[in-house]
């Protein structure tokens, strides 16, 4: 075996759970197994090397290599000769440098510019005492390597898939013992949210040594001053991620230089659920981005606007006053529409500050990187004045607040020059003027050619030798050569080195000592233009926090800019957003409905729950009216109104609410292998179980997974509950007919329905909410027009009459409900805090009381509703 590949052999022990990228020259080669999966998965070509299978990629190529490696959930490390083979004694030295997982990767080939990419680390709950504990508290953290982003919080095990559905992660890191113990469930978890699990050593979960490593990673002598004191398992779990991140970059994470405690209260929670079934950030049919709700809002113009629009997207705010002071900053950009569009344009030409500022304080970024840079910051003095002149809050805060980095910019621009490579080792990335040993050697590189041509006619006038000239070979560098017939006029000084037929070549000290700069001049303006880079880049690297503050603000500039723009294209409106429990629209629409409609005019429709004395609508209509349209798209404007968008009404007044819960289609849920029942009812056991008064909550067709009557009894008994014990603002759409029946025995239950109108026997869609019960479901027309007989459908007319007729008893109650009649389970008297009056008053016995029991019972049941 060569050296060489026992070399390959030593490293390739170290890293047996990643492809190996060995560096050769100006290839990454591959070899054995590692060769075999590349060939099948980049459908390279297999060749040999001393019997040893291989495959190469071109260095400077190798991220979109990389890329297909990632998607396919590889690891990569890369190996790289760390010495410069010119001055190797025997084989060159070579180490793994990076090891780049999904969710370590900063590539810009490979990672989605308007996505994060982040890695996640989960910490179960401790095992101790066999007390595992479905209630047991989760650490969970989070880090994206590309932008510095790092944040902890403790969580609840039912919380764990609506947080990792909101964090999308790249890669989860788990303890090695509990991934190994519970394979299954880690498998499945990550089946769900698409994302591979790493294991990690328990021991780097562990609080103490994780409290330790933090500490020394930010350099300070407690976590206090980052709000983290009172962190729980998430602590272990932050110390997991600087840990991996460690291990695999080998390199400073000085980027990565605070971290953030999730305050859960201060945002407004989506679950799973209503994540995937709102549409938010792609469809739940095709899983794309288009036709989803950001495909809407999303008109940022950089890469670190887009990125927190979608953090913006998916938690909404539950602070009216924080909410307010978006939402001025929104319609301040929407008024100024010229602001908006000098501040956009300028935009333009910013790159991602962010993610550049990620490179350079690791050390990885190049001369290109720091020339955006640049080019970035050249763009914030006059996005600085514009914010001057403005009046609202935020942008204010923001104009003051922006540092324009006068200092950086002036340097890079001093330093590096615009028509740089992409390379380091190769020059030309210095400016004229920036470093004077360097124009001297440039100088003396240029002057080369000229020096000599001078020094050959300064010889001939010397020597009257008319044929001498200078030349050069590789054996002995620059010589004077003199032809046999001038021989004798060489001057003393000349020394002799080759003798050819007809010929002899000398050289002179002058000559030589010229030549020795002039030879080496070329290769030490490479050594110092790279010297110079890593110099200026390390002043750079600096100004991180600097830097991470300015992307954050103009990240938000951005944003808020979009939303504006987005606003004024689509004729959005401010909300009123406050502290009440309303949720009153006027001429709501769908936001991604009403632009994806082609040839019908999206019908607007209003809502008008007070929160108080109407907390819940029942909304029927046939199929195809738009019921699911409808309590979506009030879903929607609370959840814009919430991130400080402008909605799609003519006016909107919502108290802020605290989570949304949706129960919507189930279809999706399909390949999970569980019932759509089962999903329904673990939803709805959520929505019972978590949901406040302020919350709202949108139950699209409960019960239909099941037998009618079983379906019918489960939603009535939700509804019940809701409205009893929990009144949050609820909109409920239905087939059940029968539903519409709760507004008679609940105070606070309001019926809508579709407005059709018939045309003969058929039924035109109005897509109109209005107020009152439908008697009908027109499926009896439907059926018509599918062609069932004529006598088919007399009879079924028939047949629903009388359904329709027997559904209430004498006293207009519904049959199938009966309220405080035997059969009724007891367990419900236990959840009933505050009977309804209306119970009370029914059991009234007017017939058998005297005049002034009569207005007693009045006067208490007055107080009572007071
Ligand atoms: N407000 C509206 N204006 C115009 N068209 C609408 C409106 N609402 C719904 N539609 C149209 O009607 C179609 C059906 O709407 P939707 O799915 O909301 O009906 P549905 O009542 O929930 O039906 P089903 O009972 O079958 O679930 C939509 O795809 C859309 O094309
Ligand atoms: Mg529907």
Known sequence: MTPMMRQYRQIKKEHKDAILFFRLGDFYEMFYEDAKVASRILGLALTQRGGAPMAGIPYHAASTYLRKFIKAGYRIAICEQVEDPKLAQGIVKREVTRIITPGTVIDEGVLEERENNFLVALLPPQKAGGEAGKDGVYGLAWADLTTGDFVARDLKGEEILDELTRLAPAECLVPEKALKEERERFLALGREISCPFTAVPDWAFERRGADELLRE????????????????????????????????????????????????????????????????????????????????????????????????????????????????????????????????????????????????????????????????LSQLPQ?????????????????????????????????????????????????????????????????????????????????????????????????????????????????????????????????????????????????????????????????????????HIIAQIDLLASLAQVAEENGYTRPIVDDSLKLEITDGRHPVLEKTLLDERFVPNDTGLDGQATHMAIVTGPNMAGKSTYIRQVALIVLMAQMGSFVPAKRAEIGVVDRIFTRLGAADELYRGKSTFLVEMNEAANILNNATSRSLVILDEVGRGTSTFDGLSIAWAVSEYLTRHIRPRTLFATHYHELTEL????????????????????????????????????????????????????????????????????????????????????????????????????SIDTDKMTPLEALLKLKELKEKAE
Not at 387 to 407: A, H, I, P, T
Not at 750 to 767: P, Q, S, T
Request: hydrophobic share 40%.
């Open 217 to 376: 990673h930010f350099q300070v002598a407690s976590l206090d001053g980052f709000g983290c004191s009172d962190l729980g398992p998430a602590l272990g779990s932050a110390g997991a991620i600087i840990h991996y991140l460690k291990e695999t970059q080998k390199t400073t994470l000085s980027h990565i230089n605070r971290i953030r405690p999730y305050r859960s209260t201060s945002y407004l929670v989506l679950d799973r659920s209503s994540q995937r079934s709102l549409e938010l950030c792609r469809t739940l049919h095709s899983g794309e981005r288009e036709g989803s709700l950001l495909s809407i809002l999303d008109r940022t113009i950089t890469p670190m606007g887009a990125r927190t629009l979608k953090g913006w997207l998916l938690l909404p705010l539950r602070d009216a006053s924080a909410i307010e002071e978006r939402a001025s900053a929104v319609e301040e950009f929407v008024k100024e529409s010229a602001l908006r569009k000098r501040v956009r344009t300028l935009l333009e030409r910013v790159y991602d500050i962010e993610r550049i500022t990620s490179r350079i304080s690791s050390r990885r970024a190049g001369p290109r990187h720091l020339l955006s840079l640049a080019g970035s």
């Open 383 to 551: 996005i600085k004045a514009l914010l001057g002149e403005c009046n609202s809050k935020l942008l204010m805060r923001f104009g003051e607040e922006l540092e324009v980095m006068e200092d950086i910019r002036s340097l890079l621009e001093r330093a590096i020059h615009p028509a740089s490579p992409t390379t380091l080792t190769e020059g030309g990335i210095i400016c004229q003027g920036y470093n004077e040993e360097l124009d001297r050697l440039r100088a003396l590189k240029d002057e080369g050619q000229k020096w000599l041509a001078r020094f050959q006619a300064q010889e001939i006038k010397r020597t009257h030798i008319p044929s001498l000239k200078v030349g050069f070979n590789k054996v002995f560098g620059y010589y004077l050569e003199v032809t046999n017939a001038h021989k004798d006029k060489v001057p003393s000084d000349y020394v002799r080195k080759q003798t050819l037929k007809n010929a002899e070549r000398y050289i002179t000290a002058e000559l030589k000592s010229h030549e020795s700069e002039v030879l080496s001049a070329d290769d030490r303006i490479k050594e110092l233009e790279y010297e110079i880079f890593v110099e200026v880049r390390e002043i750079v690297a600096k100004s991180t926090r600097r830097l991470q503050e300015t992307a």
């Open 743 to 842: 507004a008679l025995v609940l105070s606070g239950v309001k019926n809508f329905n579709m407005a059709v109108r018939e045309w003969g026997d058929e039924v035109i869609f109005l897509y109109k909410v209005v107020e009152g019960a439908t008697d009908k479901s027109y499926g009896i027309q439907v059926a018509r027009l599918a062609g069932i007989p004529r006598e088919v459908i007399e009879r079924a007319k028939v047949i629903l009459n009388n359904l329709e007729t027997e559904a209430v008893n004498s006293s207009g109650l519904p049959k199938f409900a009966p309220e405080g009649e035997k059969g009724k389970p007891a367990q419900l008297d236990l959840f009933a805090r505050v009977p309804p009056l209306l119970e009370e008053m029914r």
